[in-house]
Nanobody, 128 residues
Framework: QEQLVESGGGLVQPGGSLTLSCAASNVNLEIYDIGWFRQAPGEEREGVAATSAPDGRKFYSDSVRHRFTISRDGHKNTVDLQMTSLQPEDTAVYYC???WGYGSGSLGNFNSYEYDLWGQGIQVTVSS
C-alpha cells in the first residue's frame, strides 16, 4: 500500500523553527513532484512549497518564501520542509502530497487536484 506520513510537527514559540518530514511507504519520492500544503481552522487548504522531480525546481508561496525551505533526502526517501521564523499565522495542519504527470510549469500554482496521494497531516502550532 502506498502511503505518505508526515512527522516533526508540534508546538513552537514565535520566531522558532521546525522541520517537517514526509516519508513514504512503497513510493519512491525521487520520481514524483512533492508538495507541502497547510490548512488552518476555518480556512481553505493552501500550498506552501513544492519541488519538481525532473528538474529540481522549487516553488514557494509568498507567505513562506525566504522562511521555508523544501528539500529531498534520497537516502532516507523523504522530502523535508524546514520552517524558520515561524509566526502564529503559520499554525495549521501540514500535509505532504505526491504529484505526477503535469510537468513543472504549473507546479507553483499549487493545484490540489494535481496531487493523487496525501499524507494524514500533522499539526504545527506557533504560540507563546
Amino acid at each position: 500500500q502506498e502511503q505518505l506520513v508526515e512527522s516533526g510537527g508540534g508546538l513552537v514559540q514565535p520566531g522558532g523553527s521546525l522541520t517537517l518530514s514526509c516519508a513514504a511507504s512503497n513510493v519512491n519520492l525521487e520520481i514524483y513532484d512533492i508538495g507541502w500544503f497547510r490548512q488552518a481552522p476555518g480556512e481553505e487548504r493552501e500550498g506552501v512549497a513544492a519541488t519538481s522531480a525532473p528538474d529540481g525546481r522549487k516553488f514557494y508561496s509568498d507567505s513562506v518564501r525566504h522562511r521555508f525551505t523544501i528539500s529531498r533526502d534520497g537516502h532516507k526517501n523523504t522530502v523535508d520542509l524546514q520552517m524558520t521564523s515561524l509566526q502564529p499565522e503559520d499554525t495549521a495542519v501540514y500535509y505532504c502530497a505526491r504529484r505526477w504527470g503535469y510537468g513543472s510549469g504549473s507546479l507553483g500554482n499549487f493545484n490540489s487536484y494535481e496531487y493523487d496521494l496525501w499524507g494524514q497531516g500533522i499539526q504545527v502550532t506557533v504560540s507563546s
